[in-house]
C-alpha cells in the first residue's frame, strides 16, 4: 500500500502535517486508517521547548505572532506560548492517542532516539538502507542549561500528560 496524502482536509490547507491521528482516521474513514501503517515522533517536553525558543529567538515573524519580543528570556517565551492555542505548541499525546487515551499509531518513535526509530520505520516500510539526513542542527549547549527550578517547573506542570505518559523526565 501507498501512502495516503489527499489533496485536501478540512483541519489545515496545507497537507495532512501536524494533524491528530483521530483526525486522519475520521478523514480517511476507519478501514483504511486500520490497514495503513501509522508512526509519528515524541521528544521529550523540556528539550522541544528549548529548541523552540532558540528557533523562535531568529525568526521575528514568528515572535511578533506570540507577542515576544527578541530579548525575551525562558519564562517569557514560555508564558507566551503556554497561553497561545497552536499546533506548534500542543500536548503531543493529543496527536496520537484517541479519547480514551489508546495509542492510535502502530509505532511511536522519540526523538532522542531518532536515527534507530527511524530505521525501525523504513524498515517496516521496506526502505531499510535510506539514510536521515541531520538538517536544521541548532548551535545551542543541552537543554538542561537552559532552566532554573522555576521554568524547569513550569514545563512540568503545563505538559505533565506528556511526560507520563511517554515518561519523560528532566
Known amino acids: ?85 497552536h499546533v506548534q505548541w500542543d500536548h503531543q499525546h493529543r496527536f496520537v492517542l484517541d479519547d480514551n487515551g489508546e495509542q492510535l499509531v502502530d509505532f511511536l518513535g522519540r526523538f532522542e532516539t531518532i536515527g534507530q526509530d527511524v530505521d525501525t520505520v523504513l524498515e517496516r516500510l521496506g526502505m531499510l538502507g535510506q539514510k536521515l539526513p541531520h538538517t536544521n542542527k541548532s548551535k545551542r549547549g543541552p537543554y538542561r542549561d537552559y532552566y532554573d527550578d522555576e521554568s524547569r517547573e513550569m514545563i512540568a506542570d503545563h505538559y505533565k500528560t506528556d511526560i507520563d505518559t511517554f515518561g519523560y523526565s528532566f
Not at 6 to 32: D, S
Not at 37 to 65: C, E, H, T
Request: proline letters at 2%.
Open 1 to 85: 500500500m501507498g501512502f495516503v496524502r489527499p489533496h485536501y482536509n478540512k483541519y489545515q490547507t496545507g497537507g495532512l502535517q501536524h494533524l491528530l491521528a483521530k483526525q486522519i482516521r475520521q478523514e480517511v474513514g476507519a478501514e483504511l486508517f486500520g490497514a495503513c501503517y501509522k508512526f509519528a515522533f515524541v521528544r521529550n517536553p523540556w528539550d522541544k521547548a528549548i529548541s523552540q525558543y532558540a528557533y523562535m529567538k531568529g525568526r521575528k515573524d514568528l515572535r511578533a505572532f506570540i507577542g515576544m519580543e527578541a530579548d525575551a528570556d525562558l519564562k517569557t517565551y514560555l508564558n507566551l506560548t503556554m497561553k497561545k492555542t
